[in-house]
């Protein structure tokens, strides 16, 4: 399957079919550059939802409900016109060359490589899911564990995270560089959300603590704990986040 813009778009917007999906989770997985551009679309969306949203959701005036100006027709038109202008000249297009400036990581980290990248790409793909995010959902959180722990090899901890406003959604198997691979996602009032990701160590990756680190668009807090690696990723700021994980990190390691 050719996996272009349109189809990536399409992926971002949650307007692909089983199959389509399929192919475009399978190159996220194989090619950085197929993830960087779903990055770079997931920005747009976000930069877009968050400039004209408001504009949607403003009241008509009740002057224009009573009334409807001959003229109204072609103001309506030159509206529309502008906003499309306006969307071309403020939002990156993935569609140009060089048009999308580098993402701008806090720490060095190579692209798309190591724990965090990995982590980053996930939450990417399924967090923006609206009908599939998980796969198994948190009202199967028993099953969900002891599937995963047998999978990965390992007793696996569910965090609670109800005191920083976020509850579980549930998780799913991913593959990783070294075996199978866990993520569980959480969700807040709000919609945002977080995946944990645990990875059995790469063989590159020796001892770590804390660390934070940007992937593309997507903060994310990691360690490396004996044979396990972790990794907190979401859409909210960098403190909170350290929040979130060192509680995260405590109900790990009581």
Same mark, same amino acid.
């Given at each position: 399957?050719?996996?272009?813009?349109?189809?990536?778009?399409?992926?971002?917007?949650?307007?692909?079919?089983?199959?389509?999906?399929?192919?475009?989770?399978?190159?996220?997985?194989?090619?950085?550059?197929?993830?960087?551009?779903?990055?770079?679309?997931?920005?747009? %969306? #976000?930069?877009? %939802?968050?400039?004209?949203? &408001?504009?949607?959701?403003?009241?008509?005036?009740?002057?224009?409900?009573? *009334?409807?100006?001959?003229?109204?027709? =072609?103001? *309506?038109?030159?509206?529309?016109?502008?906003?499309?202008?306006? @969307?071309?000249?403020?939002? &990156?297009? &993935?569609?140009?060359?060089?048009?999308?400036?580098?993402?701008?990581?806090?720490?060095?980290? &190579?692209?798309?490589?190591?724990?965090?990248?990995?982590?980053? #790409?996930?939450?990417?793909?399924?967090?923006?899911?609206?009908?599939?995010?998980?796969?198994?959902?948190?009202?199967?959180?028993?099953?969900?564990?002891?599937?995963?722990?047998?999978?990965?090899?390992?007793?696996?901890?569910?965090?609670?995270?109800?005191?920083?406003?976020?509850?579980?959604?549930?998780? *799913?198997?991913?593959?990783?560089?070294?075996?199978?691979?866990?993520?569980?996602?959480?969700?807040?009032?709000?919609?945002?959300?977080?995946?944990?990701?645990?990875?059995?160590?790469? %063989?590159?990756?020796?001892?770590?603590?804390?660390?934070?680190?940007?992937?593309?668009?997507?903060?994310?807090?990691?360690? @490396?704990?004996?044979?396990?690696? =972790?990794?907190?990723?979401?859409? @909210?700021? %960098?403190?909170?986040?350290?929040?979130?994980?060192?509680?995260? =990190?405590?109900?790990?390691?009581?």
């Amino acid at each position: 399957m050719n996996i272009d813009d349109d189809l990536l778009q399409a992926f971002v917007d949650g307007a692909v079919g089983p199959a389509e999906r399929a192919a475009v989770e399978a190159a996220l997985q194989a090619d950085p550059d197929t993830a960087r551009r779903v990055l770079r679309l997931v920005e747009q %969306k #976000r930069l877009l %939802k968050e400039r004209f949203d &408001p504009v949607m959701q403003e009241p008509i005036p009740e002057r224009l409900r009573l *009334r409807r100006p001959a003229w109204m027709a =072609y103001a *309506r038109a030159a509206a529309v016109l502008a906003v499309g202008v306006a @969307i071309g000249l403020v939002a &990156p297009s &993935p569609w140009r060359a060089g048009s999308v400036p580098a993402p701008v990581a806090t720490a060095p980290a &190579p692209a798309f490589a190591g724990l965090p990248a990995r982590a980053a #790409r996930a939450h990417v793909v399924y967090a923006a899911e609206v009908r599939h995010p998980v796969e198994v959902d948190a009202s199967q959180q028993d099953h969900l564990v002891a599937w995963l722990s047998k999978r990965l090899g390992t007793p696996l901890k569910v965090p609670v995270l109800a005191e920083d406003g976020f509850e579980l959604l549930g998780g *799913r198997l991913l593959p990783g560089p070294e075996g199978p691979v866990a993520q569980f996602m959480y969700q807040e009032g709000t919609g945002k959300r977080l995946t944990l990701y645990v990875s059995a160590r790469s %063989k590159q990756e020796g001892p770590t603590a804390f660390r934070f680190v940007q992937e593309g668009t997507v903060p994310v807090f990691y360690w @490396i704990d004996g044979n396990w690696g =972790y990794a907190l990723s979401g859409d @909210i700021d %960098k403190a909170a986040l350290s929040r979130v994980s060192t509680s995260v =990190y405590r109900q790990l390691n009581p």
